[in-house]
């Protein structure tokens, strides 16, 4: 079975009960056990779970909770980042980060194993793809750093961000089932404008995006002004180019009537001249734009550099002064390799090692 009971909306959860014979109304207690107290083991014993329902559990036909294992787990020095390596039912692996402080943690979730879109500078593309996740699988990642919020802070969840490994809108359906449930008032209930979807500018996925009934908040990664400057280092631009792309967003805003988030990863030498900026800023001209600025986080098969941090101030006065608000992303956690896909990297490459030892980076800060 490819699905897991994280994984089922609250409809689909009824109707797997009814399929079984059961009273679809258990679906109310059960829902609230996997989805609101994050439960996984014991189903059967947890509250308002009645007898016909404890006997669906113990049944062959009952829909399992997701099989994952921690298998890393890395907190980075200054406390502000931590980083798990989540092992799945066939072996392949997908990396969770939760950020932040009290009041105000987000989780960073992988959408696949690996990635198609082939980034160059990207830890992930630079895996290739291995498979999709499920549902099951994106809303168990999120549960996994709830958990861990409850257990050693006390504390929840505010923010979603699909910034992990993957394409999200390359694995839309699983992608918008998992995000529907851990919206869902009845479980996580994390508000949709908390939720970020982070994409490499899959244009059928942000059409798709524009005509769901949610509004989720968009961020679309562009780190190129032009389409020679873009395709070098995302790849699918040949296939989606500049121009297409942003006459997608327009619609996007307009028809949500939301605000688009651009990330720009900053490339020393690269990327990050005043030029590149002041492009920038006419690409996004009277468009409802916000501006995440990067540091590029170095990876073993690119050959970029960061930016220095005058740069980054340079090229975000820039865009500020154009009147598009814009942010430089705190190099938090750099030490736990907080790229997407690096702790996976990194593990792949100190094999051998007891996994679970952290090996902090060096002269990557
Ligand atoms: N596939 C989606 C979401 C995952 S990547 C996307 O590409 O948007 C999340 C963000 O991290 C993207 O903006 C991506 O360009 C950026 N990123 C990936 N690798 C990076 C690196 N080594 N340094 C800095 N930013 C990186
Ligand atoms: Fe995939 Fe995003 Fe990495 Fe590009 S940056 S390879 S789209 S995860």
Known sequence: MNFSLEGLRYEALEAQLAKSGVNPVHAKPLFRAVQRRLLRNDLGSAEGILPPLQRWLASEQAVKPCAMKLVDDTASSDGFTRKYLLRLHDGTEVESVQMGFPGRYTACLSSQVGCAMGCVFCATGQMGF?????????????????????????ST????????????LHNFEPTMEALDIITDDRGMNIGPARVVISTVGYIPGIQKLTRHPKRYSLAVSLHGASD??????????KRWPLAELLETCREYSAIKRARVFFAWTLIGGVNDSDDHAQRLAELLRGMDAHVNLIPLNPTEGFDGTMPTEERSQAFQKIIQDAGIPSTIRQRRGIDVAAGCGQLKAKRVKRTGRKPGINVPISGSL
């Open 157 to 168: 969840l505010r923010n979603i961000v699909m910034m992990g490994m993957g394409e999200p």
């Open 130 to 154: 291995s498979r999709h996740l499920t549902a099951g699988e994106i809303v168990a990642q999120a549960h996994h750093v709830e958990r861990e919020l409850r257990r050693t802070q006390g």
């Open 228 to 237: 020679e400057e873009r395709g070098k280092l995302i790849p699918i631009n």
